[in-house]
């Protein structure tokens, strides 16, 4: 289970996941994975319709309720209180490579299109990330997130880039779940004392 801070946790471990399996040819296009790798919209990425440098735009745009396990049942804690159950979400991201295209339109589309596929091998090869490789205050504990490619059409990814003002850039969704934080609210428990059976002789009439 997880404080608030869980969500910025789960950027840092899609950006850790991204950098620590780039390989030469991508490493090429992202040199600096660190900084190159952003968690802004995309369209903070670039001047007017034009990238300013060259990053990878991890940008998480929706967050919705899970419903499957909404409806948990309150925890017993200390015998007196009961504590509800943590909030259950999934998170939804959009991820842009922006290129600079100081080497000309054909090849800043083409590392485009190589560091686009890079990344989605590794969210495939990865899908389920736990232990060490969660970064933040999930690392090292029980909790896992999986990795989903989430498809969208392009009527509404037309629609998101509109509400961005710029010119559609090639872009994929992806869906993380379940991702818990808890809550602090607490109810009164009463303490189960003494359970009495009564049985009553039916006799027919």
Same mark, same amino acid.
């Given at each position: 289970?997880?404080?608030?801070?869980?969500?910025?946790?789960?950027?840092?471990?899609?950006?850790?996941?991204?950098?620590?399996?780039?390989?030469?040819?991508?490493?090429?296009?992202?040199?600096?994975?660190?900084?190159?790798? &952003?968690?802004?919209?995309?369209?903070?990425?670039?001047?007017?319709?034009?990238?300013?440098? #060259? /990053?990878? &735009?991890?940008?998480? !745009?929706?967050?919705? *309720?899970? +419903?499957?396990?909404?409806?948990?049942?309150?925890?017993?804690?200390?015998? /007196?209180?009961?504590?509800?159950?943590?909030?259950?979400?999934?998170?939804?991201?959009?991820? #842009?490579?922006?290129?600079?295209?100081? *080497?000309?339109?054909?090849? &800043?589309?083409?590392?485009?299109?190589?560091?686009? +596929?890079?990344?989605?091998?590794?969210? !495939?090869? $990865?899908?389920?990330?736990?232990?060490?490789?969660?970064?933040?205050?999930?690392?090292?504990?029980?909790?896992?997130?999986?990795?989903?490619?989430?498809?969208?059409?392009?009527?509404?990814?037309?629609?998101?880039?509109?509400?961005?003002?710029?010119?559609? $850039?090639?872009?994929?969704?992806? *869906?993380?779940?379940?991702? !818990?934080?808890?809550?602090?609210?607490?109810?009164?428990? *009463?303490?189960?004392?003494?359970?009495?059976?009564?049985?009553?002789?039916?006799?027919? +009439?």
């Amino acid at each position: 289970m997880s404080q608030y801070p869980v969500i910025h946790a789960v950027d840092e471990t899609l950006r850790s996941l991204i950098a620590d399996h780039l390989d030469t040819t991508a490493k090429q296009i992202l040199t600096d994975p660190t900084l190159q790798i &952003s968690f802004k919209p995309p369209h903070r990425l670039m001047t007017d319709t034009t990238p300013t440098k #060259t /990053h990878l &735009s991890l940008f998480l !745009y929706r967050v919705v *309720e899970n +419903g499957e396990v909404k409806n948990r049942a309150l925890a017993s804690k200390n015998g /007196h209180r009961l504590q509800y159950p943590p909030l259950a979400l999934n998170l939804f991201y959009l991820i #842009t490579p922006l290129i600079t295209d100081t *080497e000309g339109d054909e090849e &800043s589309a083409k590392n485009a299109h190589q560091l686009l +596929g890079k990344v989605m091998q590794i969210f !495939y090869d $990865y899908a389920i990330v736990k232990g060490v490789d969660l970064k933040g205050l999930l690392q090292n504990t029980a909790e896992e997130i999986r990795i989903v490619l989430n498809p969208i059409s392009m009527e509404d990814m037309t629609k998101l880039w509109s509400s961005f003002m710029r010119p559609y $850039y090639l872009s994929v969704s992806y *869906e993380v779940k379940v991702v !818990y934080i808890d809550s602090n609210r607490e109810t009164g428990a *009463e303490q189960v004392r003494r359970k009495q059976l009564q049985f009553t002789q039916m006799t027919g +009439g």
